[in-house]
């Protein structure tokens, strides 16, 4: 049996994530040195190397890998239990994990304020990525909930809609084609058209669509950002297609949506977790607030 404490597990599991042993030292509030003999103590008692360091750079061996995993699970549990002593004793207090599509990001945080102003002991830990980092981080197991509008079908999950993300092409007021009562599809590829980058959702969509009527559009630029894109289109670059919930704040005056045949795309956004996974209990608080909260909501 190997001889580690909690706390060595928790210094260990904190280098291991940060990649950096003076950021765990940050984020534990501990000194450097404190968190260098704690991980050697530890490597001591596994009896292999943990880490392995490469120029300035820190990668985990296979043991440490394996001490890793193990690490999570141990920490999750310990999390769970604490929800669970709390939620006992009439609390709900805890940690949240929420990973969100880019699009999402202009609703979560409305939603996440109401929550947290009625459970101000839940810490909220709230990442904005693409479709393809979101799929990288539900292989991971690195949170507890996931918003999406295309559940990978190659994951098992679980996964609900809750409101509608239609989209919609977008152009500058002053466009030739914001003119155009009904404009045709075909239409779309002679004007310079911007792109989201490679692995996000919005682009496969838009793919997908102008792939089924072999159609190609002229790509002038591709950008990572929706807010950039809306940038751009305002610059006079093009149009794109992006989320009709990135239309809402005031700056948009100047852009109008465009009445393409075929558009919107019509989509959902869809609350998911892994299949395998028992939810906490404030993860299942938060799951149930949110479907509550946009049961009677249109977009
Ligand atoms: P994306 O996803 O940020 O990966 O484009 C947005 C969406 O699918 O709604």
Known sequence: MIQATLHQLKVFE??????????AAEELDITQPTVSSQVKQLTKSVG??????????????????ALFTSCQDVFTELDNFEMKIADFKGTKEGKLRLSVITTAAYFIPRILGSFCQIYPDIDVTLQVINHQ????RMLNNQDDLYIMSQPPEEIDLKSKPFIKNPLVVIARKDHPLAKEKQ????????????????GSGTR???????NQYDLT???RLELGSNEAIKQAILGGLGISVLSKHTLTSACHE???????????????WYI????GKQLSVVAKTFLDFLMDRTLLMKV
């Open 14 to 23: 904190t280098t291991a994530r940060l990649g950096s042993f003076t950021k």
């Open 48 to 65: 292999l190397p943990l880490f392995e360091q490469i120029g300035k750079q820190l990668y985990l061996t296979e043991a440490g890998k």
């Open 133 to 136: 980092q979101i799929q990288q």
């Open 183 to 198: 404009v045709l599809l075909e239409k779309l590829q002679f004007y310079p058209f911007i792109m989201r980058e490679y």
């Open 204 to 210: 496969k969509a838009v793919q997908n669509l102008f």
């Open 217 to 219: 559009v002229k790509v």
């Open 254 to 268: 100047d852009l109008t949506i465009l009445n393409v045949e075929k558009f919107p795309i019509s989509r959902y």
């Open 272 to 275: 998911s977790h892994l299949a």
